[in-house]
């Protein structure tokens, strides 16, 4: 058989085998798609059906009392803009609702049993402490705090548990940040943007999701940072599916998931491909992790580090990668079954999503889209301890070595295709065989079916939330911090390789 005949052929192999759920869009985030006026602000328009409502909260009051540790706020509400929870308002929702923009809602210690949600642009909604102030799903409500439609809202330095969908949520907005949260053990996402843009997430832990504990998806330019943060013991510690466009991942750790960080094409999602994420200083390790909850596509790239499904003009740079069952950063194929519109032409590639999401879907859709991984740059890495391959490449319906990936400067101990720097250098021509011991991804398919089956997120074995996670400075004195300033600026030049964790 020609070379190329072996492509069609493990084309036809992969489109029967490397099927994969659907990450994001899920039904309480499709409700609100965003499209940017001429003047830059966001017009939120609603879709043809009605938002998912939230299920019934217990709304009751805080069930502790504020501790002694935790400093009383300095401020009061009313005509200052602020509300204060339980004083002025005996829930978290009733304060949101008497709300306007611009206002300040604190949060008392307490365990708080509701699904709030946000209609309000540029409320902040912050605890008082961080581990003090928990909203419980009791397994029963949705989202810990889903914000729809409601541009610039913050929010802060609080845990959402034991929801059935997502820990904190954001969906068709201009404005959005999420710092010192704790989302754990939540049934779909940790912490979730989709169709947003403008956003930060910063110094967040998210543990026990069997999606991803990070995600943000359907938005190109994003115009997001998502900075110090820590995934562990999820399906996915960071998914984003067609996302891209001034978006960066960095000085973050994500370990003992199904997979460590997995950005990907998808039509399921719009925006696509996806494209243009800086994933900068981060550690990723040991994301073989068993006993997790996971959807089918955690399954699937389980025992990878970063791994970039049908990923396009990613820049993967100055990471420390280590212990990972497959590639510790790999670049491979995504076959989508059942697709929405067919493949965007390379000219389409740098079209905004507001446009994009504007244009009619092919007349004719193919049965299975193959998304291939072009133009991705892999530099400065410290990646060991792989078992499949340090670096990895394949493609499909393309060969590797038509990809236009490149690889330079990385330290590593094994590749595949061999001396795969050498085959395709960021700076230069590159020379070699690209057969001598290629990626074989049509091995990891044998294997799907004995791989560790999803854990329930409600039973799934976590370790404890850290002990350490740091507060946020000020929390009862600090003004309110809406979302209209990000994300804040990042030297990427200056983030090195970070350190592996001492022990």
Not at 271 to 293: E, K, M
């Amino acid at each position: 058989m020609t070379r190329s005949g072996i492509m069609r052929a493990a084309g036809l192999l992969l489109a029967g085998t490397l099927v994969v759920a659907a990450c994001g869009g899920d039904d309480s985030s499709s409700d609100t798609t965003t499209a940017a006026t001429d003047d830059g602000a966001a017009e939120t328009t609603v879709g043809t059906e009605a938002p998912a409502s939230t299920e019934s909260a217990a709304t009751t009051e805080a069930t502790t009392a504020p501790t002694e540790a935790t400093d009383a706020p300095t401020t009061t509400a009313g005509a200052d803009g602020i509300i204060v929870v339980p004083t002025d308002a005996g829930t978290i929702q009733e304060a949101v609702d008497r709300a306007v923009p611009g206002d300040l809602i604190l949060i008392e210690p307490g365990t708080y049993n509701e699904a709030v949600n946000v209609t309000t642009d540029e409320l902040t909604i912050r605890g008082l402490d961080r581990a003090g102030v928990v909203l419980d799903g009791e397994f029963e409500l949705d989202n810990g705090v889903r914000v729809l439609g409601a541009n610039g809202v913050t929010v802060e330095n609080l845990t959402t548990q034991n929801y059935t969908n997502n820990g904190v949520f954001w969906t068709g907005v201009t404005g959005y940040r999420g710092s010192y949260i704790t989302a754990y053990r939540n049934g779909d996402y940790g912490i979730y943007a989709f169709d947003s843009v403008q956003g930060q997430l910063d110094n967040s832990y998210a543990a026990g999701s069997p999606d991803a504990g990070f995600y943000i998806g359907q938005c190109f330019p994003c115009d997001a940072l998502i900075d110090e943060v820590h995934a562990e013991h999820n399906g996915l510690g960071y998914s984003g599916t067609d996302s891209g466009g001034n978006l960066a991942i960095v000085n973050s750790t994500f370990n003992n998931n199904r997979a460590g960080v997995v950005p990907n094409s998808g039509s399921y999602e719009l925006c696509y491909p996806q494209r243009q994420t800086t994933i900068i200083g981060n550690l990723v390790y040991s994301n073989n992790q068993p006993d997790t909850p996971a959807i089918d596509v955690a399954i699937l790239a389980m025992g990878n580090g970063i791994l970039a499904p049908g990923g396009v003009a990613n820049t993967i740079e100055r990471n420390r990668v280590w212990d990972h069952d497959k590639t510790g950063i790999g670049l491979v194929p995504f076959l989508e079954e059942g697709p929405n519109d067919d493949l965007p032409t390379q000219d389409e590639w740098d079209i905004p999503c507001e446009d994009q999401r504007n244009q009619p879907i092919a007349d004719e859709i193919p049965d299975v889209l193959l998304w291939e991984p072009y133009d991705n740059s892999v530099v400065d890495n410290v990646v060991s301890d792989s078992r499949e391959a340090d670096l990895g490449v394949a493609g499909v319906s393309v060969p590797a070595e038509d990809l236009r990936n490149c690889w330079s400067a990385n330290t590593f101990g094994t590749s595949a295709p061999v001396g795969i720097e050498t085959l395709a250098p960021c700076d230069g021509t590159g020379s070699g065989n690209w057969d001598d011991g290629a990626l074989n991804v049509l091995a990891w398919l044998d294997e799907v079916a004995t791989r560790p089956p999803s854990v329930d997120y409600e039973i799934a074995e976590l370790p404890p939330i850290p002990s350490d996670l740091p507060n946020m400075p000020d929390a009862a004195t600090a003004p309110a911090q809406p979302a209209t300033d990000v994300p804040y600026s990042i030297d990427l030049a200056s983030i090195e390789v970070p350190a592996e964790p001492a022990g």
